[in-house]
């Protein structure tokens, strides 16, 4: 098995020469697979994979956590809202759909991209929703970052994400407990594809500090530095409130065409500095072309994956994004940059530089 990155005109291509499932588009070198003798994946087979559409659900949620909300709250929920598709279509359904009084609340990690920062604009103005920004210091963010790309985190953790991509939403997710508890906001909301994150639409507390800790508790261990400074956000948790962090998503027949279609009424435009799989953080370039040489597989493979089973997205258009970067070889190079370490994609690495 080899994976080689070509550069064509300062174009970013993964190729992959590797073993992938009939069915769908995890390799072989994803943690914990088996093939059957079709070629079918063992995660294919698995119905735990399956999600249904639970509108229900979601309602319910929502009227349980409104019950014993404070009743001079000023708003129903805080909203974990990157600028990204997901978020801003988990913020308008909250908003619209089940008509809560939301409050938007943004992590600048320091690297979101300039479209991003447009379209929560456009959003924001359109659903006519106050938001918030939290940008913790950068001397906070970078080591975060740094440590995450050196630490080998379990396969639990990396199936699914990158370290540094797990570790910020770490930051959101502890960050926007806090607000939340401190405005006696009862219930958080947050935008991910269905099967991304969780099987439920609902992810209570207990699952948060749980994604929490599977990321501070390493990154502490590694970085004295870092554990000095993230001991407050490990210790300031407040199990009462919110009741959970609550995905509108799962109220829909998720797909990514669809998704883009109904922001474009708000004005959200796909955005053109970010790269295939992010319509948010500039990092996640980087992050990609770090996790796969050194996992061997795509972060956003597994996602793509559960898509092309719900017949959301098709084969080619998974392979296509899990192999076209979508941004530029030298792009990546600048990022590692602005975060204080070496280009991790080296002149070995390259097939085809067209440069």
Not at 69 to 78: G, M, N, Q, T, V
Not at 264 to 286: A, I, M, Q, Y
Not at 304 to 328: E, N, P, W, Y
Request: charged fraction near 20%; glycine fraction near 8%; proline fraction near 5%.
């Amino acid at each position: 098995m080899t994976i080689r990155f070509d550069v064509v005109d300062d174009g970013l291509h993964i190729r992959y020469d590797h073993k992938i499932c009939a069915r769908c588009i995890l390799p072989e070198s994803f943690p914990d697979i088996s093939f059957d003798e079709q070629g079918i994946c063992s995660y294919c087979t698995d119905e735990k994979e399956q999600v249904e559409v639970d509108g229900q659900a979601i309602t319910q949620a929502v009227e349980s956590a409104l019950a014993t909300a404070d009743p001079e709250r000023k708003y129903d929920a805080l909203a974990l809202f990157s600028g990204g598709k997901d978020s801003s279509l988990a913020l308008s359904l909250a908003s619209r759909d089940l008509g809560l009084r939301v409050l938007a609340f943004t992590l600048d990690n320091g690297f979101l991209s300039q479209a991003s920062s447009v379209n929560m604009r456009r959003v924001l103005d359109e659903l006519g929703v106050d938001h918030v920004m939290f940008r913790p210091p950068g001397r906070l963010m970078r080591p975060l970052y740094q440590v995450s790309m050196e630490l080998d985190f379990p396969s639990d953790t990396t199936k699914y994400s990158t370290g540094g991509c797990g570790s910020c939403i770490s930051m959101v997710l502890s960050s926007g407990m806090r607000f939340a508890a401190a405005h006696r906001i009862p219930l958080l909301i947050g935008g991910w594809t269905p099967g991304q994150f969780t099987t439920s639409p609902l992810a209570p507390v207990s699952f948060l500090q749980d994604v929490i800790g599977r990321h501070f508790g390493p990154l502490s261990t590694a970085s004295a530095t870092l554990a000095d400074q993230l001991t407050e956000w490990l210790s300031a948790e407040n199990t009462g409130t919110p009741a959970g962090l609550l995905n509108p998503l799962y109220a829909t027949r998720y797909s990514e065409e669809a998704t883009i279609a109904e922001l474009s009424g708000l004005g959200w435009v796909p955005p053109k500095d970010t790269d295939s799989c992010s319509t948010n953080c500039r990092l996640n370039s980087l992050l990609i072309v770090e996790h796969v040489k050194k996992h061997g597989f795509h972060p956003y493979v597994y996602e793509l994956a559960h898509h092309v089973r719900l017949k959301s997205l098709s084969r080619a258009d998974a392979l296509a994004k899990i192999s076209d970067v979508g941004i530029r070889a030298s792009a990546v190079g600048s990022i590692a940059g602005e975060l204080g370490i070496k280009n991790v994609l080296t002149a070995q690495d390259r097939i085809g530089d067209g440069r």
